[in-house]
């Protein structure tokens, strides 16, 4: 059998055909990590390496009957914050300006990612959640208090600002987020009327674009609000400017329809967006003065929004986007902090006798006026949000950028600095639409020029449902979702798509993570981490202790039974060998920490072999 293996590492592939016994002929591989090259040509010297996958000309390939490999690229979602709005980090290019922590726009110089990385889940209030590896870092301040003996009271006293390393802040500490500036534009000489439509759109509006029936070039332009019974009225007084039609649309609704094709074009220019998911605020809104910004504000807020009995008000969007800039809106116009609320409700609900799908909830919560005792502290052109906690997630794809001059950008409006340890200049990771991502369609490329008889693509089961369904429609199939826990004795949850027939997820070999130690103990029965940057012993009173004993994602060994008081150990390397059931002494030629890095970007062979032993 010829064999083609992409993104190949360190040939756990053919690990895996040798263990189901099937005879490989020629095996040739597309990488070009040094260290991963290194093990292939020491365990399988006869391997033919291509190098990079984007060079490979299929023309001068034999006849492949099996094409395997491991796409890196799915959609990470953190959004930051550019000249144009927000994008999701992996969609950033270096054509965007991104907001730095010396709140101006500089070019992005460059961006890459990282596979298979130790990742935190990050809270902060007003703050959406941040997923980071520990040693990202953030714009920050620490909190300390001192006795004012003439007020009779402990104030509470910043550092000046720094960059300090997630995985080291604590709750002493408080997080930034720019107070954008006021350049009090009007470019588009917009009125307080169209201002408030503007905003109300965000909130409850949709276009009419369509064609006139049986008239030649002749459409309909119209903005259209979802405005309830008991809001007509007001909204009706509210707009002098455009002449509004309104009718009734359901028991509890009214349609008001804006009939205006200067509205619905500047609308769609603009890029306010279209779809409740799909709505945003363009920059040009922050810039505008502060009484038409206001105006804005208050339109959404009609909308999705209400002010309770203490004066507090909320907003709430299935778009992130827009909660994220309602926050900066708030920011700017009131110099006061947000707090920010994630819903995850059912899949869906009966509304109206009609069962109707629901999304994520993104809710955001304000006052217009500072309070005394706020969470939150302003200094300078910087709102301070207080650190929660920092606790393991597990492993994913983390992504990066390189920023002009001040190395520093936006992520969920949190200031952070480019994290110098992630590859840069690796711009190949986009997410999976269009062109964006070159490994996945390198892949789908060589796929359709040598025509296999069989092919395997393997993908994290994290990735969202638009990703997944863009890979299923792509290569014909569905995946099937295997969990390295039914062989080896680590949780590692991944996609397979394959033509090879009938594969079905392995029986559960029941090892546990007891098993695979060479000393020691665990109060884990499986291992939910696999890479460890860092191979000390750890004491009881190190922190790292602490925050990895709390948690449920321990790669961690006692060194007695006593877990209470015992010293504490990373993995070895032959058992990280065995939790990727690679055989023992297969990275041999690496350091501890290089293997770690290696192993993790390999597949758990025994998974592999399963799938391979239905070939037929």
């Known amino acids: 059998m010829n064999v083609l ?12 055909l040798d263990r189901a016994g099937i005879n490989v002929e020629n095996y040739f591989a597309s990488e070009i990590k040094e260290k991963a090259i290194a093990v292939t040509k020491f365990n399988y010297p006869d391997t033919i390496q291509l190098g990079d996958v984007t060079k490979i000309e299929t023309s001068d390939l034999p006849k492949i009957d099996l094409m395997i490999g491991g796409s890196p690229c799915f959609t990470a979602g953190t959004k930051i914050f550019t000249k144009d709005g927000y994008k999701n980090i992996e969609d950033i290019n270096k054509n965007d300006y991104v907001l730095t922590h010396k709140n101006r726009f500089k070019k992005v ?33 620490t909190m300390s208090r001192k006795w004012n003996s003439q007020n009779n009271k402990y104030e509470r006293i910043f550092s000046e600002p720094y960059w300090k390393n997630a995985e080291d802040l604590d709750t002493n500490d408080f997080i930034a987020v720019n107070i954008l500036p006021e350049p009090n534009r009007n470019d588009f000489n917009l009125t307080a009327d169209e201002c408030w439509l503007l905003g109300r759109y965000l909130a409850d509006g949709h276009l009419r674009n369509d064609k006139r029936k049986n008239r030649k070039n002749s459409f309909y332009y119209s903005v259209i609000y979802s405005v309830g019974n008991d809001k007509v009225e007001d909204f009706k007084k509210r707009i002098s400017e455009y002449h509004l039609t309104c009718y009734p649309h359901s028991d509890s609704c009214h349609r008001i329809c804006v009939n205006s094709e200067k509205l619905v074009k500047f609308i769609k220019k603009q890029g306010f967006g279209e779809g409740a998911q799909n709505k945003r605020i363009p920059y040009f809104i922050y810039e505008l003065p502060n009484n038409l910004a206001e105006e804005f504000l208050n339109g959404y807020l009609t909308g999705d929004g209400y002010k309770d009995k203490n004066n507090r008000f909320y907003a709430s969007s299935v778009s992130k986007e827009l909660i994220l800039g309602i926050n900066l809106l708030v920011t700017k116009l009131y110099k006061t902090p947000s707090n920010n609320y994630v819903l995850n409700p059912p899949k869906t609900k009966l509304l109206e006798g009609r069962l109707v799908n629901q999304n994520t909830v993104y809710s955001t919560a304000f006052y217009k006026i500072s309070q005394k005792q706020n969470h939150a502290v302003k200094i300078g052109d910087c709102m301070f949000y207080p650190f929660r906690s920092l606790e393991l997630k597990g492993h994913d794809t983390v992504y990066n950028i390189s920023v002009e001059d001040d190395e520093s950008y ?30 996945f369609w390198e892949y789908i490329r060589i796929l359709k020029e040598i025509k296999p008889k069989y092919f395997l693509l393997e993908n994290v089961a994290s990735m969202d449902a638009e990703n997944r369904n863009i890979i299923s429609k792509t290569l014909g199939v569905e995946p099937i979702r295997i969990n390295s826990s039914l062989v080896s004795a680590q949780l590692r949850d991944r996609l397979y798509w394959s033509n090879i027939p009938n594969i079905k997820p392995p029986e559960d070999k029941g090892i546990l993570l007891q098993d695979i130690l060479e000393s020691g103990y665990t109060d884990r029965k499986k291992a939910r981490a696999l890479l460890v940057s860092d191979s000390r012993p750890l004491k009881s ?33 032959i058992e990280l060998e065995r939790l990727q059931t690679v055989p023992v002494g297969y990275t041999q030629i690496l350091k501890r920490d290089e293997a770690a890095d290696v192993l993790g970007d390999g597949w758990t062979v025994d998974v592999i072999a399963h799938i391979f032993k239905h070939i037929v």
């Open 5 to 16: 293996s992409l993104f190949d590492g360190m040939s756990c592939g053919h690990i895996a």
């Open 109 to 141: 110089i460059d961006f890459g990612y990282s596979i298979d990385k130790e990742v935190f889940t990050l809270k902060a209030s007003g703050i959406l959640l941040l997923e980071v590896t520990g040693n990202h870092p953030f714009y920050a301040r």
């Open 410 to 439: 936006t992520a969920n409006n949190a200031i952070v600095h480019n994290c110098q340890d992630l590859s840069i200049g690796m711009n190949n990771r986009k997410g999976l639409q269009g062109n964006k991502s070159i490994l």
């Open 541 to 573: 009173k190190d922190k790292m202790w602490h925050r990895y004993k709390n948690t449920g994602f321990t790669t961690i060994v006692y060194e007695s039974k006593d877990m209470d008081i015992a010293n504490i150990r990373y993995f070895t390397q």
